[in-house]
């Protein structure tokens, strides 16, 4: 039992990492920015890599000796993502799109109490040298957040926010706002958020269902203010995220005749 516990223990110390490096996104680490990071000791941090390493979880740069996640890392995350049928069905949908408007189209899941990037384009405008797949942000704070939040109950919405943090001036930070918003969202169809999260940037999303009619996913087009072009905007844009969702919701089984509770 003891061996079975530590190999366990292996296990999350190793996960720890491996959540740390994704959580780098596009940058590279010393051992003891890992170490620190995962609150681990330095040798046990530095066995670990060396495994992972021996692995593909990670690699070393042979001269600067920072690490960063390796081939087989990438593998498993590609695979996890087609696994998902929502990034199966929305993939080619989203990518037309994003070609289409010259904005970001983005695709994304609830996990827990935030969001998950399943899939992210982008369009002329608004370029971005890195990819949001498996990237996370807080619910309450973007559109993709507030659609996925109609999928949950009041009282699962009070549970899973808690106290809503504010990350500018413009952020929602009372729950009772909040449900006030979504029963908005509920009635137009479609979410927005304008610098709620970070200043100079928009968004507008719709909810994606199953066969079943739950909310599964969320779809959503953003960029800049000045790219959105929301005041004189905001109702084609709804339509259209409202069209692109009902694409990926058909394409799941989902029908309009499926009662939704």
Same mark, same amino acid.
């Given at each position: 039992?003891? +061996? ?5 223990? @292996?296990v &999350? ?8 490096? #994704?959580?780098?996104s596009?940058?590279?680490?010393r051992? @003891?920015?890992? #170490?620190? +990071? ?8 530095s066995?670990l890599?060396?495994?992972?390493? @021996? ?24 695979? %996890? ?5 929502v ?24 996990d827990?109490?935030?969001? =998950?990037?399943?899939? $992210?384009?982008?369009g002329? =405008?608004?370029?971005?040298s890195f990819t949001?797949? *498996?990237q996370? $942000?807080?619910?309450?704070?973007? *559109? ?20 809503? /943090? ?6 929602? /930070?009372?729950?009772?706002?909040l449900?006030?918003?979504?029963? &908005?969202?509920r009635?137009? *169809?479609? #979410?927005?958020?304008v ?16 066969? %079943?009619? #739950?909310?599964?996913a969320?779809? @959503? ?10 005041g004189?905007?905001?109702? &084609? ?17 989902y /029908?309009?005749?499926? =009662?939704? /509770?």
């Amino acid at each position: 039992m003891s +061996a079975e516990n530590g190999n366990n223990q @292996s296990v &999350e110390r190793a996960a720890r990492l491996l959540g740390v490096l #994704a959580d780098a996104s596009h940058a590279r680490l010393r051992a @003891s920015d890992l #170490a620190e +990071a995962a609150e681990l000791g330095i040798s046990t941090t530095s066995r670990l890599l060396a495994t992972l390493e @021996s692995l593909g979880f990670v690699e070393r740069d042979p001269v600067s000796s920072l690490y960063r996640l390796g081939p087989l890392a990438l593998r498993v995350g590609g695979a %996890a993502a087609n696994q998902q049928p929502v990034h199966r069905e929305a993939r080619q949908v989203v990518q037309n799109l994003a070609a289409r408007l010259g904005l970001g189209v983005n695709v994304a899941r609830r996990d827990g109490d935030r969001l =998950l990037y399943l899939l $992210n384009a982008e369009g002329e =405008l608004t370029p971005r040298s890195f990819t949001l797949l *498996g990237q996370g $942000n807080p619910l309450h704070a973007t *559109g993709l957040g507030k659609c996925l939040l109609l999928g949950c109950s009041p009282g699962q919405r009070r549970e899973l926010l808690g106290g809503l /943090t504010a990350f500018t001036a413009r952020t929602v /930070t009372g729950l009772r706002e909040l449900e006030a918003e979504l029963d &908005e969202v509920r009635a137009r *169809g479609y #979410a927005t958020e304008v610098e709620e999260l970070a200043l100079g940037r928009a968004c507008v999303a719709a909810p994606i269902r199953d066969r %079943a009619g #739950a909310v599964v996913a969320a779809v @959503s087009v953003s960029g800049s203010l000045s790219a959105l072009d929301l005041g004189n905007r905001r109702e &084609e844009l709804g339509q259209i995220v409202v069209e692109t969702a009902d694409t990926v919701s058909t394409a799941l089984g989902y /029908t309009a005749t499926v =009662l939704v /509770t």
